[in-house]
């Protein structure tokens, strides 16, 4: 069970930089970041990951090298070319306490026919709390 005055300091952090986040989820979702065009929303990630001080590694997929993992699955109809990771680090001051990994992705699928969407998938937009467009509840 985490400690009250911990938690306290989370969602105190939370409150205070829901909105700062809302916007970096809404110019992640403008990214129409399909399989094999994700660098620029890599690129925006990596961008923001510096911003807060992290330490970020990026590196480009070796598919040749991936093949020979247990879980591998080819992509079809794309490449990994312009495909990249991007990891960032918090190094702490003190080597204390636990470690937290947040792990997601950017591809989103194909968003199909335009007469499906009440609203264009790359505008981020917000109804009754709500935020829609491609990818905008992937994580």
């Given at each position: 069970m985490i400690d009250a005055?911990?938690?306290?300091?989370?969602?105190?952090?939370?409150?205070?930089?829901?909105?700062?986040?809302?916007?970096?989820?809404?110019?992640?979702?403008?990214?129409?970041s399909l399989r094999g065009q994700e660098a620029p929303c890599q690129d925006l990630v990596a961008e923001r990951l510096h911003r807060f001080g992290y330490e970020v590694d990026?590196?480009?997929?070796?598919?040749?090298?991936?093949?020979?993992?247990?879980?591998?699955?080819?992509?079809?109809?794309?490449?990994?070319?312009?495909?990249?990771?991007?990891?960032?680090?918090?190094?702490?001051?003190?080597?204390?306490?636990?470690?937290?990994?947040?792990?997601?992705?950017?591809?989103?699928?194909?968003t199909g026919s335009a007469e499906q969407w009440t609203s264009p998938p790359f505008e981020p937009t917000t109804r009754d709390g709500w935020l829609y467009g491609r990818g905008a509840g992937d994580m």
């Amino acid at each position: 069970m985490i400690d009250a005055v911990i938690q306290s300091q989370i969602m105190a952090a939370v409150d205070a930089l829901f909105d700062e986040q809302v916007d970096f989820l809404k110019a992640l979702v403008r990214i129409p970041s399909l399989r094999g065009q994700e660098a620029p929303c890599q690129d925006l990630v990596a961008e923001r990951l510096h911003r807060f001080g992290y330490e970020v590694d990026q590196w480009q997929l070796d598919e040749a090298e991936m093949q020979h993992h247990p879980g591998f699955s080819p992509v079809m109809y794309t490449s990994y070319e312009r495909a990249y990771n991007v990891v960032g680090t918090h190094r702490p001051r003190q080597r204390k306490g636990r470690s937290l990994i947040l792990q997601g992705h950017v591809d989103v699928v194909p968003t199909g026919s335009a007469e499906q969407w009440t609203s264009p998938p790359f505008e981020p937009t917000t109804r009754d709390g709500w935020l829609y467009g491609r990818g905008a509840g992937d994580m």
